[in-house]
């Protein structure tokens, strides 16, 4: 089958160390792409190492980075961060890391030289990991339609699929689909309290929208994931509740499996010495 090659350009907005598999997955998806005849191009923190990440990839890669200073004042508040997330991991502390996300995706959408470059480069579609609010922003600088890759289920972004409370239950909220009537007032509290602090996430991205958007131009950014063509969900519709489906829902699970490799010799008599330590 013939594709018309287009230009594509694939980004992640996660800077914690601990989210080098928002990398991975989205080397994967770029390369998948490139393979297939399709011209990308992703934009990389160059402060993202993964060690252990040896795929060879074939895509332009454009690195940016924080000043020193910068990036000393990030390192230090990662760090206090990261700390929170172990001992106290709350809705505070997803605040502040959202805070933080906030402050990065401000100095992106501030460097010019990167926005200038983006925009010459004329692409016809993004292709976005939706983890975070800030690449809907920079979709709507860019003015391009886009598609949305959806990592995990349990995201703050709303992807825009039907969820009956009366029969989905909410994450975190131990619930079946068969819900009794008390269930069902538990489901419905739990979606208030979710969507409450899914708006005051959201709005600590007010500052940014409001330092780089004109007046009269300013996106409401809980509308923008609604202007994705298409949505993209590493996952598996199995391993959900049954719910309505819409058509531009597309389950695509299983990116980053590879054929299974036989075990090498030493392996093999470790495993089995092992093996007869069992009960």
């Not at 805070?99 to 401000?106: G, I, R």
């Not at 389950?251 to 008599?269: A, F, N, W």
């Amino acid at each position: 089958m013939h594709y018309e090659a287009i230009y594509v350009f694939t980004f992640t907005f996660r800077f914690l160390y601990v989210s080098g598999s928002h990398f991975m997955v989205m080397s994967r998806v770029s390369q998948i792409l490139q393979d297939h005849g399709h011209n990308v191009t992703n934009l990389l923190n160059e402060k993202l190492i993964i060690l252990d990440f040896k795929e060879k990839i074939s895509y332009e890669v454009i690195n940016w980075h924080l000043s020193e200073d910068e990036l000393k004042e990030t390192d230090n508040r990662r760090q206090l961060l990261c700390e929170d997330i172990v001992h106290r991991s709350n809705h505070h502390t997803n605040i502040k890391m959202f805070e933080y996300f906030a402050d990065l995706c401000s100095h992106l959408l501030s460097r010019n030289d990167i926005m200038d470059s983006l925009r010459n480069k004329k692409f016809d579609l993004l292709f976005l990991d939706v983890t975070d609010p800030c690449v809907f922003l920079i979709a709507e600088k860019l003015g391009k339609q886009f598609v949305a890759f959806l990592p995990s289920l349990f995201s703050i972004i709303d992807y825009g699929l039907p969820n009956p409370l009366s029969f989905v239950p909410g994450f975190g909220s131990i619930l079946n689909d068969q819900m009794d009537f008390w269930a069902r007032v538990k489901n419905f509290l739990m979606f208030l309290d979710s969507s409450m602090k899914k708006r005051e996430i959201f709005s600590q991205y007010d500052s940014t929208i409001q330092q780089h958007f004109a007046e009269g131009f300013r996106p409401v950014l809980s509308d923008l994931p609604r202007k994705a063509e298409l949505w993209f969900v590493s996952s598996d519709f199995a391993l959900d509740f049954p719910h309505p489906v819409l058509p531009n829902t597309i389950y695509v699970g299983g990116l980053m499996d590879k054929p299974v490799r036989i075990l090498s010799l030493s392996l093999e008599t470790q495993v089995l010495s092992l093996w007869h330590w069992a009960p």
